[in-house]
């Protein structure tokens, strides 16, 4: 029906300047994705007629889970998808599953929390510094989970929490809160793949829209995830947010659009027409400081797009955050899907995570700085995204001043300040990044059994 309902639209939109501008190889396209808010460039560009300008007849499945919409993609059963940032690299180095994935555009920055059970923030809370007002300091340290997990540990009780997939951004993220806090989550092996070896934290795969209903029936304690299955959890009043991926990483990056390197070599111009509209629907959802946030909640309230309710997504998706009940805060960048560059594919992002997959363990053995760079070269492409923006700007869709047209791809170092553990990070020099964290992997270190060697 939708397909039906695309062409049919086409019809009405034959007069449209753009349809001349590319000979595309392909027009009818299948994009997958999983429900979350950050799925908003296709929607808006699907609802918003920025494929059909581009001539592109577009249906959206929603997949149901990460692993399927993956081998979709490699399958051929998909043209490509919103995806994890991790999962083009690691099936690029043959992490999990073989395939050459590449992304030529971003999604978004920032956009996930970590969150606690009701019983776990009660816990935590004498261990956390309140303001003038009584409510917690933000951010919150790990440093204040540490004393929770050891009392589970010492009644025999393993503390559990969930992420959404092992090449998640959430995974590297969590492990990032819970190590800058001491505490560690656990190491991979090419023998063990649960990622437990010698954890304080035990982290497991929950599904994100499965995430509130398996922290509400105890399973897991907490979890880190995408909106709005964290603001979820506030609305049903069965946990807390403790900490937003902002607060870690200020403007870090998160999903991104995959296809495969043979798609983009075979479809070079329906490739170049994807990115157009999707860069489209980024400065849509951004412009005007936000003001078609609301347009874009509703759209994304749809049953086929995230289907949660609209009050839920814009609780964060209109540049607001609430940790406990009725404790809103303002966080106009907690979404963030076109300003800062948000959809340039920028290979120091590629970089940080394979930086944590080799800090935890899931690239096995040391790798020179120029793999790292190599890798994500090979991966993300700002070249295609540029040479979309620049059609985007010779069409009067676009400024040419928001694309950084002379970047060599690399983002000056994040400050310290901007990094919840306080250690800066230069993509430039991924070993050297390695060795300044106090937990992880370093230089030739190994993991053999339950013990890191070297």
């Known amino acids: 029906m939708k397909t039906f309902l695309t062409a049919l639209a086409a019809s009405t939109a034959l007069v449209s300047p753009a349809f001349a501008e590319l000979d595309l190889e392909k027009d009818e396209l299948t994009f997958g994705f999983i429900k979350l808010t950050d799925m908003a460039p296709l929607a808006v560009a699907y609802e918003q007629g920025y494929f059909l300008d581009e001539g592109l007849f577009v249906t959206l499945e929603a997949q149901a889970n990460w692993k399927v919409l993956l081998d979709g993609v490699i399958g051929g059963q998909l043209d490509g998808a919103h995806m994890l940032a991790g999962q083009p690299l690691a099936?690029?180095?043959?992490?999990?599953?073989?395939?050459?994935?590449?992304?030529?555009?971003?999604?978004?920055?920032?956009?996930?929390?970590?969150?606690?059970?009701?019983?776990?923030?009660?816990?935590?809370?004498?261990?956390?510094?309140?303001?003038?007002?009584?409510?917690?300091?933000?951010?919150?340290?790990?440093?204040?989970?540490?004393?929770?997990?050891?009392?589970?540990?010492?009644?025999?009780?393993?503390?559990?929490?969930?992420?959404?997939?092992?090449?998640?951004?959430?995974?590297?993220?969590?492990?990032?809160?819970?190590?800058?806090?001491?505490?560690?989550?656990?190491?991979?092996?090419?023998?063990?793949?649960?990622?437990?070896?010698?954890?304080?934290?035990?982290?497991?795969?929950?599904?994100?829209?499965?995430?509130?209903?398996?922290?509400?029936?105890?399973?897991?304690?907490?979890?880190?995830?995408?909106?709005?299955?964290?603001?979820?959890?506030?609305?049903?009043?069965?946990?807390?947010?403790?900490?937003?991926?902002?607060e870690l990483w200020k403007n870090n990056p998160e999903k991104v659009f995959g296809i495969t390197a043979e798609f983009a070599e075979e479809n070079p111009n329906t490739t170049l027409a994807v990115v157009k509209a999707l860069i489209r629907a980024a400065i849509w959802l951004d412009e005007n400081d936000n003001a078609n946030r609301m347009e874009a909640v509703e759209m994304l309230s749809k049953p086929e797009y995230v289907g949660a309710d609209a009050k839920v997504i814009a609780?964060?998706?209109?540049?607001?955050?609430?940790?406990?009940?009725?404790?809103?805060?303002?966080?106009?960048?907690?979404?963030?899907?076109?300003?800062?560059?948000?959809?340039?594919?920028?290979?120091?992002?590629?970089?940080?995570?394979?930086?944590?997959?080799?800090?935890?363990?899931?690239?096995?053995?040391?790798?020179?700085?120029?793999?790292?760079?190599?890798?994500?070269?090979?991966?993300?492409?700002?070249?295609?995204?540029?040479?979309?923006?620049?059609?985007?700007?010779?069409?009067?869709?676009?400024?040419?001043?928001?694309?950084?047209?002379?970047?060599?791809?690399?983002?000056?170092?994040t400050p310290a300040e901007d990094i919840i553990d306080g250690i800066t990070y230069d993509g430039k020099a991924p070993n050297a990044y390695l060795e300044s964290l106090p937990i992880g992997l370093k230089g030739e270190q190994t993991v053999v059994g339950t013990e890191v060697k070297g």
């Not at 951010?139 to 503390?159: C, D, M, N, T």
């Not at 001491?182 to 599904?207: C, K, M, R, W």
């Not at 897991?220 to 979820?232: D, F, L, N």
């Open 315 to 413: 609780n964060s998706m209109t540049g607001t955050f609430e940790y406990e009940k009725g404790d809103k805060r303002e966080v106009p960048d907690f979404n963030v899907f076109f300003r800062y560059n948000a959809t340039y594919p920028f290979y120091s992002d590629a970089v940080w995570y394979l930086t944590q997959m080799r800090r935890w363990g899931q690239i096995a053995e040391a790798k020179p700085d120029s793999w790292y760079d190599e890798v994500a070269k090979s991966v993300y492409k700002p070249e295609i995204y540029l040479e979309a923006a620049r059609l985007l700007v010779d069409e009067g869709l676009a400024n040419e001043e928001d694309f950084p047209w002379d970047t060599d791809g690399y983002k000056a170092p």
């Open 91 to 246: 099936a690029t180095i043959g992490y999990g599953t073989e395939a050459h994935i590449i992304t030529p555009f971003s999604m978004d920055l920032n956009g996930n929390g970590i969150t606690v059970s009701n019983a776990v923030w009660d816990e935590m809370k004498p261990n956390i510094p309140t303001n003038a007002d009584g409510l917690p300091q933000h951010p919150i340290s790990a440093e204040a989970l540490a004393p929770v997990v050891e009392k589970y540990k010492s009644e025999g009780k393993p503390f559990n929490m969930g992420m959404v997939f092992p090449v998640s951004t959430h995974n590297y993220e969590l492990r990032y809160w819970l190590a800058a806090g001491g505490l560690h989550p656990g190491f991979y092996s090419p023998e063990n793949i649960t990622g437990q070896i010698g954890a304080d934290v035990l982290l497991s795969v929950t599904p994100p829209p499965q995430m509130p209903a398996t922290l509400e029936a105890g399973t897991i304690y907490g979890y880190s995830v995408g909106e709005p299955w964290t603001q979820a959890a506030v609305f049903k009043g069965i946990g807390v947010p403790v900490i937003t991926d902002y």
